[in-house]
């Protein structure tokens, strides 16, 4: 598979299929049994975004506003917010609390 831009992986994401570029993954589970689909996105391995049947698409804030770790990953947070018209923006302490960035 050849690598993806920044732009594809992010529209591999909504699209809820995998993608794979230099600092961006989106990867997608499908639905399991009684387990719903589920949808990830990483800047660095960290999880920025994820999607679930029911909740729908979900933004971890690490920008400057949020939790900052760096400008590429904050460019990236701000490259997901700005495809996603209804979005749920969370501080990452909230979703951490919520136990939302687990090991997926």
Same mark, same amino acid.
């Given at each position: 598979?050849?690598?993806?831009t920044n732009?594809e992986v992010?529209?591999?994401? &909504?699209? $809820?299929?995998?993608a794979? $570029? &230099?600092?961006m993954?989106?990867? *997608?589970?499908?639905q399991?049994?009684? !387990?719903?689909?589920?949808?990830?996105l990483?800047?660095?391995?960290q999880?920025?975004?994820?999607y679930?049947e $029911?909740?729908? /698409? &979900?933004? /971890?804030? /690490?920008?400057a506003?949020?939790?900052y770790i760096?400008?590429?990953?904050?460019?990236? !947070?701000g490259?997901?917010?700005?495809?996603?018209?209804?979005k749920?923006?969370m *501080?990452?302490?909230?979703?951490?609390? $919520?136990?939302?960035?687990?090991?997926?």
């Amino acid at each position: 598979m050849a690598r993806a831009t920044n732009a594809e992986v992010i529209r591999a994401f &909504l699209d $809820g299929r995998n993608a794979y $570029g &230099l600092s961006m993954t989106s990867t *997608h589970y499908p639905q399991l049994g009684t !387990v719903p689909p589920k949808g990830f996105l990483r800047s660095y391995g960290q999880l920025i975004a994820r999607y679930d049947e $029911g909740c729908g /698409f &979900l933004v /971890f804030d /690490f920008t400057a506003s949020g939790e900052y770790i760096s400008n590429t990953t904050s460019k990236h !947070v701000g490259m997901i917010k700005r495809q996603l018209p209804n979005k749920c923006v969370m *501080h990452p302490t909230q979703a951490r609390e $919520g136990q939302l960035l687990g090991d997926q």
